[in-house]
């Protein structure tokens, strides 16, 4: 099955530095790569996702590159603010009907220093 | 914004007892999850649900495990006789389509002794 990775597993900045997140998987018939962020004691929430035909997806802060040949995938926040501290996970599938199963990585926990 | 609703947030139960976790999925959203994380570990996935039936499972969802949408709102995770390492923050999900993106409960926090 997928197998995900995730480095590092913590990760201070000082508020406005860039934060990069990176997760390699296994599966070569994955091709759907959501990242989550959760707050302590909250529920995953989706900040971005990218899908195996795209290289590249940014919103606003928030930027996703990937790189199918080396199977892995990158997060990253630029001008860090206090409110992205949390614990942020990738996770990657094989979109399939009928189902959407996530391998999730360790995930990082982000601390913005203000 | 709609969002996926659990009860409870948070059980605590005895050993071998039974647990019935609830979930509400977004209104129009037609495939369903049960994810778990162990404290201080990654979310796991459990089962996904579509059309009234299964369509994967985990090896953690073994025989003790099962889901039901009983009525067309609910859907329910029932751990027939619990362990110890059954403790976990149990979260549902939904997804508008089977390609579509989950969306998280708050999570059902369920604590064995």
């Known amino acids: 099955g997928e197998n995900v990775e995730q480095h590092p597993s913590t990760l201070s900045v000082q508020e406005g530095d860039s934060a990069v997140i990176k997760c390699t998987y296994s599966?070569?018939?994955?091709?759907?790569f959501p990242w989550y962020k959760q707050e302590l004691g909250k529920r995953p929430q989706l900040i971005i996702d990218?899908?195996?035909?795209?290289g590249e997806k940014k919103d606003q802060r928030i930027a996703v590159t990937l790189n199918k040949t080396a199977k892995h995938f990158s997060l990253h926040i630029t001008e860090t603010q206090p409110e992205d501290s949390a614990v942020y996970f990738c996770?990657?599938?094989?979109?399939?009907?009928?189902?959407?199963?996530?391998?999730f990585g360790k995930g990082t926990k982000l601390s913005v220093i203000p | 914004e709609p969002e996926v609703t659990q009860t409870p947030s948070h059980q605590v139960t005895q050993m071998g007892q039974e647990v019935i976790l609830r979930c509400v999925p977004i209104?129009?959203?037609?495939?369903f999850y049960w994810y778990r994380q162990i404290l201080g570990q990654k979310v796991e996935f459990l089962v996904s649900?579509?059309?009234?039936?299964?369509?994967?499972k985990s090896e953690i969802f073994d025989d003790q495990f099962s889901v039901e949408r009983p009525d067309g709102s609910n859907f329910t995770l029932k751990i027939r006789s619990t362990k110890l390492e059954d403790s976990a923050m149990y979260f549902c999900?939904?997804?508008?389509?089977?390609?579509?993106?989950?969306?998280f409960g708050e999570g059902s926090r369920l604590t064995v002794l």
């Open positions: 999900a939904s997804s508008l389509g089977g390609q579509g993106r989950l969306f």
């Open positions: 599966d070569s018939a994955s091709n759907y």
């Open positions: 990218i899908r195996s035909n795209v």
């Open positions: 996770a990657a599938s094989v979109s399939g009907a009928g189902s959407y199963q996530l391998t």
């Open positions: 209104s129009n959203h037609l495939y």
């Open positions: 649900f579509y059309n009234n039936e299964i369509s994967e």
